[in-house]
């Protein structure tokens, strides 16, 4: 596996809540290379490699999909977006960025922006996102023809390489996390499974509540579950409490987490001498396992956090040996249970 080209593909993919698009169907066709794969009315993906024997074990893994981006609210008689967001978006960072609108085709856009020498004092300030609109580059008839209300926005896909295995992209949260479990099912990919059951979620709605993958975990109930998501990174203007691009995984510890499937997790890695951090959470974590919890009936979750830098943003920074390093801890947790 390529890793660093399945991570220009996932990063470059739409895939915005509600509003699912065609690089969508090409990723599900690649998953069938490791198992049944199918799609719940949630938007759910779900891969299953199945046990030859009866399972002793049920593991579910899961990273959501979904991106954070806007949504249409209405078109101007000059034909001009007026957006809302979609997922926890800063206005800051819209102003003359380019987007992709998914309407009944994909159609490039900009956020308008008003040139300084215009502004009035009151419009120097932080604009609040219902203050945006989208220039699509079309009169109001043609673009109703193409968007309606409620269609989704996203930022323009420019995946970059930068040094040492850095990469930058849009929706590296959470697709850097997506990554990291296609990799685990190609460290599995020739590996029998004779005693568990291994079920992959990608995810929808994350970004807008988080209430798909607990339906999935409902249905699948399994007895071990691991949610990989991604995390902050030290960078200008963040304090070092966080976690380091390159340090490895971030073990969470939190009321919402099994503390006994994380230290298992932190055991593993010693022994593989594979890198990790620790990432404490006084409450929720405002990941999908916040909404597990409530389902699962054999064991609380643990969390696997990939840090990555300007989360949110059209440059999400991660290091692809945190995802290798992810994948490698994950896929050793597998080959114990199997071996139990």
Not at 9 to 25: D, P
Not at 49 to 57: L, W
Not at 164 to 173: Q, R, S, Y
Not at 264 to 286: F, H, R, S, W
């Amino acid at each position: 596996m390529d890793l660093e080209l399945l991570l220009k593909k996932l990063s470059n993919m739409i895939c915005v809540s509600g509003q699912e698009s065609s690089e969508i169907a090409e990723f599900k066709t690649m998953l069938t290379t490791y198992g049944a794969v199918k799609s719940d009315n949630l938007g759910n993906i779900i891969v299953t490699k199945k046990a030859i024997n009866k399972a002793k074990n049920n593991i579910m893994l899961d990273a959501h999909i979904d991106e954070v981006g806007m949504v249409v609210t209405d078109i101007t008689q000059e034909g001009f977006l007026k957006v809302a967001a979609s997922g926890g978006l800063d206005p800051k960072l819209c102003y003359g960025a380019e987007v992709i609108v998914v309407g009944k085709k994909h159609l490039k856009g900009i956020v308008c922006t008003i040139p300084p020498h215009l502004k009035s004092s009151a419009q120097r300030g932080i604009p609040d996102i219902n203050q945006l609109f989208i220039d699509i580059g079309l009169n109001a008839s043609k673009a109703k023809e193409l968007i309606s209300p409620g269609t989704k926005i996203v930022w323009y896909p420019n995946f970059l390489k930068l040094q040492n295995n850095i990469f930058a992209g849009k929706a590296l949260d959470n697709r850097a996390s997506c990554a990291a479990l296609c990799y685990v099912l190609e460290l599995l990919k020739d590996v029998e499974l004779k005693n568990t059951e291994l079920n992959v979620i990608f995810s929808a709605q994350e970004e807008v509540g988080g209430h798909a993958a607990g339906c999935a975990a409902y249905d699948l109930n399994p007895i071990h579950c691991i949610v990989v998501d991604t995390t902050f990174s030290v960078g200008p203007g963040i304090k070092n409490i966080y976690g380091k691009l390159g340090g490895g995984p971030m073990v969470g510890i939190s009321p919402f987490l099994s503390q006994n499937l994380g230290n298992t997790l932190i055991d593993i890695a010693k022994k593989n001498k594979l890198p990790y951090q620790l990432e404490v959470m006084g409450g929720e974590t405002g990941t999908n396992v916040d909404h597990l919890t409530a389902v699962l009936h054999n064991q609380k979750p643990a969390l696997l956090s990939i840090p990555i830098k300007y989360m949110h943003s059209p440059v999400e920074t991660v290091d692809l040996n945190d995802i290798k390093s992810t994948a490698k801890l994950i896929t050793e947790f597998v080959k114990i249970k199997e071996a139990e």
